[in-house]
């Protein structure tokens, strides 16, 4: 998957629009409930449980930016 914000560009990664992208894809019957999303940050785990209805988000978090404000 590949993100955009508008301001930014492309992202590195989007959690949320990963967790959207796997629930899209099930409803439209192109994948099944637990997946790998491959990002330009790295790979995530979703997995959309049917005994709860609830998405999981699986995957590493790595600092890209430091600053001071």
Known sequence: MRGWERG???TM???TGACASVVAA???KHTGRKVTVE???GELII???ESDNRVYLT???TTVFEGII
């Open 13 to 15: 990664a989007c959690g």
């Open 59 to 61: 995957g590493g978090a």
């Open 39 to 41: 990002l330009l940050g």
């Open 26 to 28: 099930v409803l439209n």
């Open 47 to 49: 997995e959309w449980k």
């Open 8 to 10: 930014s560009g492309e």
